[in-house]
């Protein structure tokens, strides 16, 4: 018998007798995938028994806390925002949430980046845009304390943050489908910001990350269908939000910012150098409002305005005021 035979079997009984895992269970079981050290058989039966059944907020809440107790120092580590990126980059064009978060960093915020992207195309590449903005990689809590001093936004890559979680990650290469370690990495939050911003590529998981940060206690979170996934705002659409605000559940809506018809994946020709963006050596009013409405919820989410409508005045204040060397 495995290690995980029993949570294996508390999925998969059959009808009128199988059940999700309860929040205690999750966390059990979670804690010996992240080990390494069951069957791997039985790893590949929980995730897709997970995946077929749909995960609940209580199983990612305690995949969640294994995660984290596995995890040692990031916890000290003082962030204001936590802003995980894992989407892949198929149906996507520049990471101008990155611009977003600089912007949330130059209003005296700190942001934690966190992530790692599959299938990424060149030009959506968050990594590869990191250096030219001046984002700096980390890879231990103290190098994530001295970048946040010094720029107040830093990275770091999941596989130096939890090499166990990003082990479990790869597998989707063998099943050739996610599973409930996608979901539990967006709402990771290895710090314990009060505050997150979320992405997600199917909507129905908005209010599942919501629903499992409010079981983890989380003040402040908002979630929407971003661009590819990420926690990107298209500005010519109305954009629906879950979340928390004072640990309690919260919709909302960001409004459309202007009447452009186009794709965030359809990048205008120029703006290939989202640092010669932020410079200001070319301009794109499209791409602008991407960044300044992305900031704009994100402020909204920090509690650094009462409505969007102020959120967004208060990102576009910020934008004109950017500081453009990195």
């Known amino acids: 018998m495995t290690k995980l035979a029993p949570y294996v079997r508390i999925l998969g009984r059959g009808p009128g007798r199988s059940r999700s895992l309860t929040q205690e269970e999750a966390f059990e079981a979670f804690s010996l995938v992240l080990s390494g050290d069951c069957a791997p058989e039985s790893v590949g039966a929980l995730l897709m028994l997970m995946r077929l059944r749909g995960e609940n907020s209580a199983e990612i809440a305690?995949?969640?806390?294994?995660?984290?107790?596995?995890?040692?120092?990031?916890?000290?580590?003082?962030?204001?925002?936590?802003?995980?990126?894992?989407?892949?980059?198929?149906?996507?064009?520049?990471?101008?949430?990155?611009?977003?978060?600089?912007?949330?960093?130059?209003?005296?915020?700190?942001?934690?980046l966190h992530g790692w992207n599959s299938h990424q195309n060149p030009l959506a590449s968050v990594r590869e845009q990191l250096a030219p903005l001046g984002i700096a990689s980390v890879t231990t809590p103290q190098q994530a304390r001295d970048a946040l001093q010094h720029n107040g936004?830093?990275?770091?890559?999941?596989?130096?943050?939890?090499?166990?979680?990003?082990?479990?990650?790869?597998?989707?290469?063998?099943?050739?489908?996610?599973?409930?370690?996608?979901?539990?990495?967006?709402?990771?939050?290895?710090?314990?910001?009060?505050?997150?911003v979320q992405g997600v590529f199917h909507p129905s998981y908005r209010e599942l990350q919501a629903d499992a940060g409010a079981l983890l206690g989380l003040p402040s979170l908002s979630v929407i269908k971003g661009?590819?996934?990420?926690?990107?705002?298209?500005?010519?659409?109305?954009?629906?939000?879950?979340?928390?605000?004072?640990?309690?559940?919260?919709?909302?809506?960001?409004?459309?910012l202007m009447q452009e018809t186009r794709?965030?994946?359809?990048?205008?020709?120029?703006?290939n150098n989202l640092a010669a963006f932020w410079r200001g050596d070319i301009t794109d009013p499209f791409a602008e409002a991407i960044?300044?409405?992305?900031?704009?919820?994100?402020?909204?989410?920090?509690?650094?305005?009462?409505?969007i409508q102020q959120a967004d005045e208060r990102a576009r204040q910020l934008w004109a005021a950017r500081t453009p060397s990195m």
């Open 62 to 112: 305690g995949c969640v806390q294994a995660l984290r107790a596995r995890i040692s120092g990031w916890e000290t580590v003082p962030v204001s925002l936590d802003w995980p990126t894992y989407a892949a980059g198929r149906t996507r064009g520049l990471p101008y949430f990155l611009l977003a978060a600089k912007l949330v960093a130059q209003s005296g915020e700190t942001v934690l």
């Open 153 to 196: 936004v830093a990275y770091a890559p999941l596989e130096d943050l939890s090499p166990e979680a990003f082990r479990v990650l790869k597998l989707r290469d063998v099943f050739g489908l996610r599973s409930a370690v996608n979901t539990t990495l967006r709402v990771f939050n290895p710090t314990g910001a009060l505050a997150s």
């Open 227 to 256: 661009g590819g996934g990420e926690f990107e705002r298209h500005p010519s659409k109305d954009v629906q939000a879950f979340g928390l605000r004072e640990t309690v559940a919260w919709e909302g809506i960001a409004p459309a």
């Open 263 to 271: 794709k965030l994946a359809e990048d205008a020709p120029e703006p």
């Open 291 to 307: 960044v300044t409405g992305t900031t704009g919820l994100a402020l909204l989410t920090l509690g650094k305005a009462a409505t």
